[in-house]
């Protein structure tokens, strides 16, 4: 039983440039949720999907973010613009519908 | 929105020893999650207890509800140095398709 995966696991990135994250849920997870996490704090949910549908997306900090899961399968995070604001670390986690979220590793953002 | 908050906000203690932090919430729930996080690394799921729990047990970890008070509290008995991590609780948001807050969690470092 292979774990959520995420892709790259570090990014270092310039003001100004767009950078794409990937993140492979657990195969049989329908749920699949995107977080962000600063330091010394915890997660702060973003976005989900449920198969393919991104049903809520009101919590993305701002129109700079945007995800989609084509087919319902991976699902990949973009941010335009980067700003310093944006270093954080970005999870990805995945679930059964109600069940347990199961997380990724994570990507370290670190825009200079 | 962050609903939980863990206390303490840090707690160092020896090998051998035993270590409870605690987490309150502001709304009703029907489960709450304990997570794991090893520095910079993504978060492990320790335990999950529904709302007509009042304890749980998984190995070393012992979890307590009271939903009239609204809190929780993690055991970690007999402490080893390989459970120096933060540690979060998570409720589920009902507004956002079951994405979890969490609090800002208690750093537990052991000491050989």
């Known amino acids: 039983d292979t774990g959520v995966s995420q892709d790259p696991r570090h990014k270092i990135t310039k003001r100004g440039q767009n950078v794409t994250f990937r993140c492979d849920p657990i195969?049989?997870?329908?749920?699949l949720y995107w977080y962000r996490q600063t330091l010394g704090q915890g997660p702060e949910f973003l976005t989900y999907f449920q198969n393919e549908a991104q049903l809520e997306k009101s919590r993305l900090l701002s129109d700079r973010f945007s995800a989609e899961r084509p087919k319902g399968s991976f699902s990949t995070l973009e941010i335009q613009r980067t700003e310093q604001g944006d270093s954080a670390m970005y999870l990805c986690?995945?679930?059964?519908?109600?069940?347990?979220?199961?997380f990724g590793p994570g990507t370290r953002l670190t825009v200079l | 929105s962050q609903q939980g908050e863990e206390d303490p906000q840090a707690l160092s203690i020896q090998e051998g020893e035993n270590a409870t932090m605690n987490c309150s919430y502001k709304?009703?729930?029907?489960?709450l999650q304990w997570y794991r996080q090893n520095s910079g690394r993504g978060l492990v799921h320790l335990i999950l207890?529904?709302?007509?729990?009042r304890e749980k047990h998984s190995g070393r970890l012992r979890v307590t509800l009271d939903t009239s008070k609204k809190s929780s509290s993690l055991l970690i008995t007999a402490s080893r140095a390989a459970d120096t991590a933060s540690y979060f609780c998570?409720?589920?948001?009902?507004?956002?398709?079951?994405?979890?807050?969490f609090g800002k969690g208690t750093s537990l470092l052991v000491t050989p």
């Open positions: 207890i529904r709302s007509n729990e």
């Open positions: 986690a995945s679930s059964k519908i109600t069940d347990t979220q199961y």
């Open positions: 195969s049989e997870h329908n749920r």
């Open positions: 998570a409720t589920p948001a009902w507004d956002s398709g079951y994405a979890l807050n």
């Open positions: 709304t009703s729930i029907n489960n």
